[in-house]
């Protein structure tokens, strides 16, 4: 599959999540591809929280990476931009750019691999019904 | 049953932990707080994660305070005092006194109120031997 | 002063923010409180940012408390209602409740209670612009 | 320069950092990084929080990569192996294995870079005096 067309999602940074350089501290920039990830999903008519709960299909993750461009202050509004890589039998690559929305400044860009695993945290494959949800949406 | 004698953990404050005033955000004492209470337990020969794991107990947190007194900074070496107030049949009552190992300030004291609760979530009643297990380590 | 009308805030729980028992860990609440603080002064026109940089104005948390009623799940989402109890020379009151938005559930209600500060940490009165600006918010 | 040897901190898997999956959430892996950093600098006799304090240096994280293995779990004993794979004029390299103490799995390994910069963000030379203490480590 070619990589599908990047889906935004918006919200504030907190002051929790400032340290004292004044910025964001750099963990919870893989928080935020997280919400861009659930946000993908669910523009494309996938509910994470019921693959899950009714699918025991758990989406792990398996290599996570940012790269730092500048950095985000307390109150910027933020938007994550996500995109699905790649999605093989067991795999599923997604990646992310992060940026200010006021001045359009790219503050991050970073990638994270996840592998589909069970109830019982062992790798599977995707079920059908699944993959199909996630491939559709390419192109 | 009497209040029971405090007992300590130690470790420094995180880098993550502080924001941009400098200082340990608020939130992160109710964080010490539980690792002040894992420890307690672990001092008194309660493994809590069994107690989830094995017996199905959860205890969960229904009241939370905090009264903060001075600043907790990066890097301080952390005291949490835990000592526990009250057991009831469904309830237990923790206290909590964070100190500055270095000079001894008090930086904030707290209380947490728990209730028991099963796998399903529901209230149930702390189980005859766990229930000893709180209520020996008085006096 | 009386208090305020509530304002609300509205995001969804991450998966970031639950724990083991499957629900939102409890100290989360607490930053869910600063962004429903944080929503309620945008909303005044109050631009908590820049109160800190331009005029050296600190909001410090001195006491924080909740109650929690009902676990909230992931991407379930979240209203934060916030209002102002109290507004005093050196002191501010925030109440809170947090509901459910699918049906209407109150999770969790709370109060933090504030200090002003200044860029060397002490304590000072709120400056009068400021304190017009929270006090005219009433009735 | 060559890597210097590992140097590790312990610490236990904190309540707050599970997540509904049962095991650790992946950015905390990130913060336990930075544990591992502050620990090296100690144990090196370099005082991170004075370089901020006194020095106005301040390491800035540029990129940061973490590789999951195995899931860490509440209550585990985890160890932060970490170590220092290059020392240029603006840049630091870290390197880090994360591992559960009791069967000495590996649970993950990452790497971060970070650039020097002074009060005001910018990028700067790391004086003299600290690339000293950061190199005289090796071997």
Do not use: N
Not at 11 to 35: C, I, K, L, N
Not at 101 to 129: C, F, K, Y
Request: one cysteine or more; aromatic letters at 12%.
């Amino acid at each position: 599959m070619e990589a599908t067309r990047w889906l935004t999602a918006r919200f504030r940074a907190r002051y929790a999540e400032t340290d004292q350089m004044g910025v964001v501290y750099h963990s919870h920039y893989f928080v935020w591809f997280e919400v861009g990830r659930a946000e993908w999903c669910r523009q494309r008519g996938i509910a994470y929280r019921d693959m899950e709960r009714e699918g025991g299909i758990y989406i792990v993750v398996a290599e996570a990476h940012c790269r730092y461009k500048a950095p985000a202050r307390y109150d910027d509004e933020i938007e994550v931009r996500t995109c699905l890589r790649a999605v093989r039998k067991r795999v599923l690559v997604f990646g992310y750019e992060i940026y200010r929305t006021s001045d359009q400044t790219l503050l991050a860009e970073g990638e994270t691999t996840h592998v589909i695993a069970g109830r019982d945290g062992r790798p599977r494959s995707l079920p059908e019904r699944y993959r199909r949800l996630f491939e559709q949406v390419v192109a």
